[in-house]
Nanobody
């Protein structure tokens, strides 16, 4: 059984930065793509960023390109999301997710419990 545990999010002012981390267990971490999703109140969950098993492929949603960076440490079974230049519209619950395969194009099938990120204006 895969388990994902996200770090605590937080409250940050617009223009600020925050780093989320996610610890994975129960699956051979280095064999799977990982991703981050988010869900704002009243909206559907949306893709934010993904990273292939090797880290060579890192697609981003258009609304975070140039501001967010996803990375992973396979030795530590960790995936990270560095968020810079945060905007109030980035306020959401952020979820870590495990891919169905090594590749970011094959979708995701397990999500963490989520962590709240609030950006004040």
């Amino acid at each position: 059984q895969v388990q994902l545990v996200e770090s605590e999010g937080g409250l940050v002012q617009a223009g600020g930065s925050l780093r989320l981390s996610c610890a994975a267990s129960g699956r051979t971490f280095s064999s799977y793509a990982m991703g981050w999703f988010r869900q704002a109140p009243g909206k559907e969950r949306e893709f934010v960023a993904g990273i292939s098993w090797s880290g060579s492929s890192t697609p981003y949603a258009d609304f975070v390109k140039g501001r967010f960076t996803i990375s992973r440490d396979n030795a530590k079974n960790m995936v990270y999301l560095q968020m810079n230049s945060l905007k109030p519209e980035d306020t959401a619950v952020y979820y870590c997710a495990v891919g169905r395969s090594r590749y970011v194009t094959m979708g995701y099938d397990v999500w963490g419990q989520g962590t709240q990120v609030t950006v004040s204006s």
